[in-house]
Structures are given as C-alpha cells and as structure tokens.
C-alpha cells in the first residue's frame, strides 16, 4: 500500500496542472503520472505512433490514469473510453476531457480486468486498445479478454520486462509482435519503459 484512503490537502493547490503534447492536463495528489516530463513526451509519441488510429476508429486506454493518452487521439476517434482505479484520477480525466471540450470520451473507475470483458459482452468493439499496466503487468482475466474479444491494434506500454515477456507470451497466441521500442525514462538506472506495437494475426 502506497497511499491511505484519505488525502488531506494541507496547502496549496487542489491539483497540478502539467503540459504534454501540446495539451494542458489537471492531475490530482493521488493520480499516476510519469515522472520525467520530456521522456513521457517521448514516451506517449511512441504510443501514438503504434497505435496509428484512424479516422472513426474506437480507442481503450485502459490503465489510463489522468487520461493523457486517449485525450492526446480523441480528435481522431469516435469514442475513447477509459478506466482506473483510482477515482480521483477519473474525476480529472473527466475534466480534463471537458476543458478540451471533448464529447467523444467515457470514463470509468474501476480495474480493466473487470470493466474492459464487461464493455467486451455488452456488444462494444474497440479498434484498438492501449495497455499501460502497473509492474505487476496484466491480470489473468484481462489476457484472457483481450485474447477473446482481441481488438484489431494493440499497445502495451511496459514498466517491467520481466511480465512484459509473460503477457507477450499469451498475447501472441491471437496477436503478431510487430515491434518493441524501449524509451529510457530515468537515464544511469536500470529503469526504462518499453512501447509494444502489435496487431490481431490474418
């Protein structure tokens, strides 16, 4: 456990706002964000690029914290739905999405695992899914969603190659690896995120 239950603001700001990709986004004391600015612009340029959505396509973009990366393609898509668990950062996701006068996103709290296979069943089919999960990679019940109702793009964002390679492993069975672009977000450690770019197998 990082974080209690309760934030307190004690001073100050009720929430950051941060510049990325040209956009301006509020990110509240508990929500996730990438911590080295210049490399996350790197970082979500990568993401961008593999996904390479289209015109009228449909985005997930599960994990998705503040919403940084759906928000930074909602011009493009018809709909962009995310998820996470914290609430806090779906609030900001919502707003964020507002203050860009989006009417195209749809935001949820609560963990891809359950929220993606329930959107799968109730008929909703994403051209393509964006990933960025926490070190403990993929639940099991999220590979096998994506496996069954596998989307035509994938992207993995990975901050652990060790359940990268797990996930790819099961993921592969449905999806061809088209390639792994390593981006190093904190230079001299051993740290470094990887963007994964795959596609459903003809």
Known sequence: LVMGD???????????????LGMSFDLSARAFFQLN?????????????ALDLQENETLVDAYCGVGTIGLSMADK????????????????????????????????????????????????????????????????KLRQALKHYPAKKLVYISCNVST???DLVQLSEVYDVVYLQSVDMFPQTARCEVVVKLTLKK
Do not use: C, H
């Not at 909703?124 to 990679?137: K, S």
């Open 77 to 140: 898509a018809i709909e962009i739905r995310g998820m996470d668990i914290i609430e806090a950062a779906i609030s900001d996701a919502r707003k964020n999405a507002e203050q860009m006068g989006l009417k195209n996103t749809r935001y949820e709290t609560g963990t891809a695992e359950e929220l993606l296979p329930q959107w799968l069943s109730e008929g909703f089919r994403p051209d393509a899914i964006v990933v960025d999960p926490p070190r403990t990679g993929l639940d099991q």
């Open 37 to 49: 600015p210049v490399q996350t612009e790197v970082l979500y340029r990568e993401a961008v690029k």
């Open 164 to 166: 990268l390679a797990r």
């Open 6 to 20: 309760e934030t307190l603001r004690l001073w100050g700001k009720e929430a950051i706002r941060e510049e990325l």
